[in-house]
């Protein structure tokens, strides 16, 4: 039943339920669950299942994790509990989780596009030479610290692969990112 009740736990907080979170934190506690364990779950799922809708839950969940190999039981069930609640309470969004996924199936396809000239490094005069680093504009030399240039290899160019989840943080970045970029990326 190990894995029956994490599975639980972690599928309650992303269903927003507190009750069932506490419950099933009760169950592993009760049950002599390495509380290291169900803190390391909670900042994955801070990170795979709230995100950007909510950044503060990946810090807490860091916070929860540390604390709870700093004062261990009987404590740490209070961390623990009042981290779950958090999670369980937050705004969710999986766009991280689903970016990256998406960027590294890429890699994997295409693991060669070439960075870039005005993005490489060019410690060397032979790279200064070959174009390495020119024309390269610095973000913060522009109005409200940005400038459209190019970041992707050409042949990647307005390829999306992080999109804002719908969620009201997440609709800031995304009226953000659709007044940087315009239709580029189909913010």
């Not at 039981?73 to 981290?83: F, H, K």
């Amino acid at each position: 039943m190990h894995y029956d009740i994490i599975s639980a736990f972690i599928k309650s907080m992303r269903g927003s339920d507190p009750n069932a979170a506490v419950y099933y934190l009760a169950r592993m506690l009760e049950g002599g669950e390495d509380v290291k364990f169900i803190a390391r779950r909670m900042v994955i799922l801070a990170s795979e299942d709230i995100g950007l809708a909510n950044p503060n839950a990946l810090l807490l969940a860091t916070s929860c994790f540390q604390g709870v190999q700093m004062i261990g039981m009987p404590e740490a069930r209070i961390l623990l509990s009042q981290t779950a609640i958090y999670l369980a309470t937050s705004p969710k969004s999986n766009a991280s989780y689903l970016a990256i996924n998406k960027a590294i199936d890429l890699v994997k396809k295409r693991p060669t596009d070439p960075v870039p000239l005005h993005l490489r490094n060019a410690p060397t005069g032979l790279m200064k030479d070959l174009g390495y680093g020119k024309s390269y504009q610095y973000s913060h030399d522009y109005n409200q610290n940005f400038v459209i240039q190019e970041y992707l290899p050409d042949e990647l160019s307005g390829t999306s692969f992080y999109q804002p989840g719908k969620n009201v943080a997440e609709e800031k970045i995304r009226i953000h990112l659709k007044e940087l970029w315009k239709d580029k990326y189909g913010f």
